[in-house]
């Protein structure tokens, strides 16, 4: 079994900072791209930043130059640093993770996890 635990969530004003922190623990092989989404009440999902094992990184046009992914992956955690936040980057922050599991190398399993919310003020 495989889990993905967020963490780093809170309430901040426009301009702060916020950096959140997801762990994935359990029966892991390998773990490899991994990312944040976000989903804001009334609309959907969207894909915030991924990153690679090797460290190649996309992100959303709206948080270029504020936000940044990175990972560790001998801890198999992955960060989102938040920079220069706005009101509309209030959401529920989910991680992302493809995981190859020991008892099946080789096949990707996609999991999430439970959300964080992120709150701006104005």
């Known amino acids: 079994q495989v889990q993905l635990m967020e963490s780093g969530g809170g309430l901040v004003q426009a301009g702060g900072s916020l950096r959140l922190s997801c762990v994935a623990s359990?029966?892991?092989?390998?773990?490899?791209?991994m990312g944040w989404y976000r989903q804001a009440p009334g609309k959907q999902r969207e894909l915030v930043a991924s990153?690679?094992?090797?460290?190649?990184?996309n992100y959303l046009d709206s948080v270029k130059g504020r936000f940044t992914i990175s990972r560790d992956n001998a801890k198999n955690t992955v960060y989102l640093q938040m920079n220069s936040l706005k009101p509309e980057d209030t959401a529920v922050y989910y991680c992302?993770?493809?995981?190859?599991?020991?008892?099946?190398?080789?096949?990707?399993?996609?999991?999430w996890g439970q959300g964080t919310q992120v709150t701006v003020s104005s």
């Open positions: 990153i690679i094992s090797g460290g190649t990184s």
């Open positions: 992302n993770a493809k995981i190859e599991r020991l008892n099946y190398p080789g096949r990707e399993y996609g999991y």
């Open positions: 359990g029966s892991i092989f390998r773990t490899n791209a």
